[in-house]
């Protein structure tokens, strides 16, 4: 994980392949937020969970929301004080499967200025 410059948060490359863009969804930066961690703790396979959550909600017309996606996903990691990635509830088939993301992936980051999106960075 990085330590941004005040006003920056942390982005990886992998994001924006992955389905990331600028400004960052205000549900994403929400979910973050309520997890009590760093965007950049997000691995980029939680970028693809959350896309793919995000259009397949979208699509059926349901609300998207805070209280919809943790009823769906649970938030694990990958080790202690590490990275962050959703996975669906045992009772919730939402994606069948989800390439691991390419190695190397951490020292692809880059600085973003938060343009007050509200992005938590601790």
């Given at each position: 994980?990085?330590?941004?410059?005040?006003?920056?948060?942390?982005?990886?490359?992998?994001?924006?392949?992955?389905?990331?863009?600028?400004?960052?969804?205000?549900?994403?930066?929400?979910?973050?937020?309520?997890?009590?961690v760093s965007f950049s703790q997000l691995t980029p396979n939680a970028i693809?969970?959350?896309?793919?959550?995000?259009?397949?909600?979208?699509?059926?017309?349901?609300?998207?929301?805070?209280?919809?996606?943790?009823?769906?996903?649970?938030?694990?990691?990958?080790?202690?004080?590490?990275?962050?990635?959703?996975?669906?509830?045992?009772?919730?088939?939402?994606?069948?499967?989800?390439?691991?993301?390419?190695?190397?992936?951490?020292?692809?980051?880059?600085?973003?200025?938060?343009?007050?999106?509200?992005?938590?960075?601790?």
């Open positions: 994980m990085c330590h941004e410059p005040p006003l920056y948060f942390t982005t990886y490359l992998d994001y924006f392949s992955n389905g990331f863009s600028l400004p960052p969804n205000a549900l994403l930066v929400e979910i973050v937020r309520s997890l009590g693809i969970v959350f896309t793919c959550f995000h259009r397949r909600v979208s699509q059926i017309r349901l609300p998207v929301t805070l209280d919809l996606f943790h009823a769906l996903f649970s938030a694990r990691c990958t080790g202690p004080c590490s990275y962050i990635y959703f996975q669906p509830r045992l009772d919730c088939k939402f994606l069948s499967r989800i390439r691991s993301p390419r190695g190397g992936w951490k020292s692809n980051f880059l600085y973003v200025r938060d343009r007050g999106w509200g992005v938590p960075t601790t």
